[in-house]
């Protein structure tokens, strides 16, 4: 399937979201396109570490989205 991974950073005082990146992928199932999405994080060049991520389908459906851990990268709160 076809994917649309967003990353962007959140403001903490408003809920802000600010897109700092945008990749689209190919992935055979959802727990795939997770997988990528959590390594494309760690190595895309991003002008700023994003704070969570959201995954869609080309018509924008959202699948997956979660906060990210600034320590380690992984995966924090998540919600489909």
């Known amino acids: 399937m076809k994917i649309v991974i967003e990353f962007?950073?959140?403001?903490?005082?408003d809920d802000a979201h600010a897109v700092v990146?945008?990749?689209?992928?190919?992935?055979?199932?959802?727990d795939a396109a997770?997988?990528?999405?959590?390594?494309?994080?760690?190595?895309l060049?991003?002008?700023?570490r994003p704070d969570a991520l959201t995954i869609t389908d080309t018509q924008g459906r959202r699948l997956h989205s979660c906060t990210l851990d600034k320590v380690s990268?992984?995966?924090g709160r998540s919600s489909p």
Do not use: K, S, W
């Not at 962007?8 to 005082?13: F, G, L, T, V």
């Not at 997770?34 to 190595?43: F, G, N, S, W």
């Not at 060049?45 to 700023?48: G, I, K, L, R």
């Open 45 to 48: 060049d991003m002008p700023q």
């Open 73 to 75: 990268g992984n995966r």
């Open 21 to 30: 990146g945008r990749e689209t992928e190919e992935a055979v199932d959802l």
């Open 8 to 13: 962007y950073r959140i403001r903490p005082q």
């Open 34 to 43: 997770i997988e990528r999405a959590l390594a494309l994080a760690q190595t």
